[in-house]
């Protein structure tokens, strides 16, 4: 059986954290490992370090931004070409796989027929008491929710099924990726960033597949190195991609039962940050609210697709986004 994992680290202008990043792959003692690094057309020397250090490494350079969504996809379907390999590892530069990882998750995920998604704990790089996500799930105001995020570690936790893992360091089975009915855009590439992997996250689910937390894996994140250099970009986007991650994945009935809740979250939202002073953040989460609720037109047909194949009860669902296993 094939065992291979291949993992896709998407850069822009992070030539700075891609040495340790590649360091902690080639640190594991699982031998069956390639990666493929996608250049988001950095102006930095990014590939030339690449090139140079780091030899083995195969990279793909493109000529413009593709966002995280279209640059894991064009790394995954050149990995997938490889009929060695049965896993997909994402990995982002400011993230650190501590010593067995891939060993651990592969172990585990092997056992697992209907497996799609898989996260090891983890922590915070700074501090590795602190958790930085166990899992991710939508909760019943309809926002994207990282597991455990700034909890203390104490006891370990799991192995468990969860809703959705956070795709900072995660593995995803072939299997899973050459079943679900969007081929080699397994990213929505419609989002740019921001949500893609609860948005795929929710997919699985719906579809049967079953998504791990597998805690004796640990992973390291800084969070945000590339995406918080624009805070309010970040809020737009976010605002506006949930908009499409709901539609895309809920039945009708569970959308108007979350309805509610999702306005008075945006209304709390919005009154926070102005009291905060945050009136330009304010005005860009309404903007990406509003923006995303006029873009759903564009994700009708994948809305059809994605329901048309539901295997779970809606009461499933439901039950796993109380707090996401």
Known sequence: MPSKVAFIVVGWNNADLLPDCFRSVYRQTYNEVD????????????????????????????????????????????????????????????????????????????????????QGMTLDYYNEDIIDSTHTYVSYNGQA???????????????????????????????FIEAQPFGQELFDERMFMYLEDVDLAARATVLGWDNYLVPEARALHMGSATSGKNPGFSLYMTFRNNSAMLFKNFPLKMLIRMSPAILRGDIDT?????????????????????VGILRLPLFIMKRRKVLKRMKVPKGYMWNLMRNGY
Do not use: H
Not at 273 to 288: E, I, N, S, T
């Open 35 to 118: 990666i493929y690094y996608i250049d988001n057309y950095s102006k930095d020397n990014s590939v030339e370090l690449v090139k140079k250090d780091f030899p083995n490494v195969k990279i793909i350079e493109l000529d413009y931004n593709t966002g995280f969504a279209k640059g894991n996809n064009i790394g995954i379907a050149a990995a997938l070409k490889d009929p060695e390999v049965a896993y997909i590892g994402l990995l982002n530069t400011d993230a650190r796989l501590k010593d067995q990882w891939t060993q651990k998750i592969v172990a585990f995920a092997s056992k697992k027929p209907k497996g799609a998604l898989y």
């Open 145 to 175: 929710t990282q597991g455990s995020w700034r909890y203390y570690y104490q006891n370990e936790i799991g192995p468990k099924k969860v809703f959705g893992v956070n795709a900072a360091a995660c593995l995803i089975s072939r299997k």
């Open 270 to 290: 919005l009154r926070v940050l102005r009291r905060m002073g945050k009136k330009d953040a304010a005005r860009r989460v309404l903007k990406g609210r509003i």
